[in-house]
């Protein structure tokens, strides 16, 4: 089976820098992914990592660690706009590959 | 437009109605999913495809069920409607990974069902 697991809410600062945690356990991991979701909008791709290391793509970084089971999300600069949910998502290498996602974790950007 | 449709975006309906939401996509992808999203709970996939012949079942199956009509379009039906089944449902779609596809979702607008 698979466990996903992350913080339920983060509030941080306009123009810090906030990291999400993301911890899972599963079989045959082939690939992690985050997206954002704006409330009562559809969740937007954001990164995808499947070796080690780190991401980067503009002001949104993400990092995975396989043998810890381990992946962030690191925002930089936080934007009013970056106020959102923040879901975590694995894909499982099998015959019949899905990806599952984490509850997600709700961010709030304070000024 | 957009490359995922879902229809309806918005139902209200009662318990013990049957109630169907149609998925259709544009991007020409072979991998069709449907999720349903509840308040603290995240997605939790429901149904997906990866072919017009094929279909599995996912973490929520029960008291559900799916159509692959053709490769653009998949349909997730409540026989008989109640009202835990009260959501918010999500059709996406994904690439074959490879060739740089990482193989992300692609997601609809979203359909708002309400069971009462």
């Known amino acids: 089976g698979q466990n996903i697991d992350q913080p339920t809410e983060m509030t941080a600062t306009e123009g810090a820098i906030v990291q999400i945690n993301c911890t899972y356990q599963t079989s045959g991991f082939n690939g992690l992914f985050w997206y954002q979701q704006h409330a009562g909008e559809a969740p937007t791709f954001l990164s995808y990592?499947?070796?080690?290391g780190l991401e980067e793509k503009g002001r949104f970084s993400s990092f995975l660690s396989r043998s810890k089971g381990y992946s962030y999300l690191l925002l930089k600069e936080l934007q009013m706009k970056d106020s959102a949910s923040y879901l975590c998502?694995?894909?499982?290498?099998?015959?019949?590959?899905?990806?599952?996602f984490g509850s997600g974790t709700r961010l709030s950007i304070r000024p | 437009d957009a490359d995922v449709t879902q229809t309806p975006r918005n139902r209200i309906t009662k318990t013990g109605k049957r109630i169907m939401l149609e998925c259709s996509q544009t991007k020409g992808h072979d991998r069709m999913y449907w999720y349903r999203q509840d308040p603290g709970l995240g997605l939790r996939l429901i149904y997906y495809s990866f072919d017009v012949k094929d279909i599995n079942k996912g973490e929520i199956s029960d008291g559900y069920s799916v159509s692959r009509q053709a490769q653009a379009k998949f349909s997730l039906s409540l026989e008989s409607a109640i009202p835990n089944q009260t959501a918010l449902y999500f059709c996406?779609?994904?690439?074959?990974?490879?060739?740089?596809?990482?193989?992300?979702?692609?997601f609809g607008e979203g359909s708002r069902l309400t069971v009462l």
């Open positions: 996406a779609t994904s690439g074959l990974i490879g060739q740089g596809d990482t193989g992300e979702l692609f």
């Open positions: 990592n499947v070796l080690d």
């Open positions: 998502a694995v894909r499982r290498y099998s015959s019949a590959s899905k990806i599952i």
